[in-house]
């Protein structure tokens, strides 16, 4: 079980272009969502944290205006990386768990490779 | 110098072969945490441990504590363990978790 599912693995889009990552828990209630962020060969770095029903936790020096979070069921978050450009090129992963916050188990998608030209 | 290191950076093996990664920390944490990162960049959770040792398979788990270590060991090792190793420690009080920067294991048939 805790199978979570990351939608779409790939995007290459146009500079200026708003993308949507979905992130699903399939198996379980995922009270609590996590965004990351990866650059190549580098370990990954949290952007946000967030909480079904609430409003997303962001860490410093991630724009909230530029990527927003919506957790709006037990099953489902959302980042969407408004008018992306190129320096959000990058690899961003989210995970899922049942605890509120940090305090248990993740379970992660297998993530999704955002190319902006 | 991160709060996080592992060790080492890189790790090349004989299909077979005994491995140990090495993960140290100096922070206080409420739990370590080992994933694995595959190739295409998914991230499967291996253990979550706070004391002790664990075991699942051919992977075992284990951390002292006092000495704000944990060591990753893969027995019988075999070319589908190729991967990216991270160590992650939850914060104590936080619980947010500081990934290590990673072990990338290559075993060779």
């Known amino acids: 079980g805790a199978v979570v599912s990351q939608h779409p693995s790939w995007v290459i889009c146009k500079s200026g272009t708003s993308v949507k990552i979905e992130c699903r828990s399939l198996?379980?209630?995922?009270?609590?969502m996590f965004w990351y962020r990866q650059f190549p060969k580098q370990s990954l770095m949290l952007m946000a944290t967030s909480n079904e029903g609430s409003k997303a936790t962001y860490e410093q020096g991630v724009e909230k205006d530029k990527f927003l979070i919506n957790h709006a069921s037990l099953t489902l978050s959302t980042l969407t990386v408004t008018s992306a450009h190129p320096e959000d090129s990058s690899f961003y992963i989210c995970?899922?768990?049942?605890?509120?916050?940090?305090?248990?188990?993740?379970?992660f998608g297998d993530g999704t490779r955002l190319s902006i030209l | 110098k991160n709060e996080v290191e592992q060790s080492p950076q890189n790790l090349t093996a004989q299909e077979g072969e005994f491995i140990t990664i090495n993960c140290s920390y100096s922070v206080g944490i409420s739990a370590l945490h080992w994933l694995q990162q595959h190739p295409g960049g998914g991230i499967v959770s291996l253990f979550m441990?706070?004391?002790g040792k664990k075991k699942h398979g051919r992977l075992i788990a284990t951390i002292n504590i006092q000495e704000k270590h944990s060591s990753l060991h893969i027995t019988a090792s075999h070319p589908r363990d190729s991967a990216v190793y991270i160590c992650?420690?939850?914060?104590?009080?936080?619980?947010?978790?500081?990934f290590g920067t990673g072990t990338r294991l290559q075993v060779f048939p």
């Open positions: 992650a420690a939850s914060r104590r009080n936080t619980d947010k978790l500081i």
């Open positions: 441990l706070s004391s």
């Open positions: 198996d379980f209630q995922a009270t609590t």
């Open positions: 995970s899922a768990s049942r605890f509120r916050d940090m305090a248990g188990p993740q379970h």
